[in-house]
């Protein structure tokens, strides 16, 4: 993490010392791939069925392909960097899942997760339905150039985006841009339009002219359901679930698991046969 980092963060460094730090970066990655290894040996299944293995492999085989990438090229690769130091960062702070001090919060967080999982994804279908058919509703549609026609009523973005003007100084009609609503065309992409639904589940209804508010009955009746059945149910259905499985989860008895899964896996695979076969730490009544 150090490594890559202080690569992708200090651009005063020269190119040969950038070299040595990538090249520590992809020796280390492949360090810790090799442990990475040795766990899906040791219990395939139990590789294949844990999220936590498959974001181990990806934090460490993403910073490596991205250094691979740099070192070629010479050049930042800028959207795998910030990708690459996200998840480095992120890995760093799941190291401190085993310290009693932090570890309780993060065996909390683990927990809750898992109990609500399910409820989020019936959660994320509901945004994608509402997403969907905002969409369809204010997507642009067919555009005759030579008539100036605009097909799709006062929804379409694209009425807002041309406009013939009559300049009576010297009789030329003459197209403008004016008018035109950039709020409207998130709505025009199928991935934008689901954004911009999340952002409307946080309250923000700016994303939709009020003119056309005053004029289309659907799309009013579509941000009056999505309003009451996302963000009013659905988000306070979800703050009663999270406060439900809090209370209910043993954070001292879900941090000591935590913890015994991470000293097995110390034990497992980090330590040397010579190590574990030390009496004096594994002795045999135990």
Known sequence: MCSFTITATISQLSWSTKVILLQLTIFL???????????????PRLFMSSYWHWFNLVVILFP??????WLQTEELPLWETVISTLLLELKFLLYFRAIKYFGT???IMIR????VFSFLVVWAIFIF????????LLRPTTVYSDQQSYIGGVNNSWNFASKRQYVPSNDVIENTTEDFDENLTMFSMLYSSFLAVYFMMTGDISLISP?????????????????????????????????????????????????AVTLSEIELFWMLPSQRRKLNWFPDFM
Not at 30 to 42: A, D, P, Q, S, T
Not at 129 to 136: D, E, M, P, R, T
Not at 228 to 233: G, S
């Open 105 to 107: 919060y993060f065996a």
């Open 129 to 136: 339905a509402f997403a969907h058919s905002l969409h369809l």
């Open 29 to 43: 990655g492949i360090f810790h791939l090799i442990f990475e290894i040795r766990r899906f040996i040791h219990s």
């Open 112 to 115: 809750v997760a898992q109990r």
């Open 211 to 259: 003119s056309v508010l005053a004029e289309d009955w659907i799309l009013v009746l579509l941000l009056v359901l999505f309003s009451f059945t996302t963000t009013i149910y659905l988000m306070n259905l979800f703050i009663g679930l999270l406060s439900l499985a809090i209370n209910e989860a043993n954070n001292k008895q879900s941090f000591l698991h935590l913890r």
């Open 64 to 69: 490596v392909f991205t250094s691979f990438s």
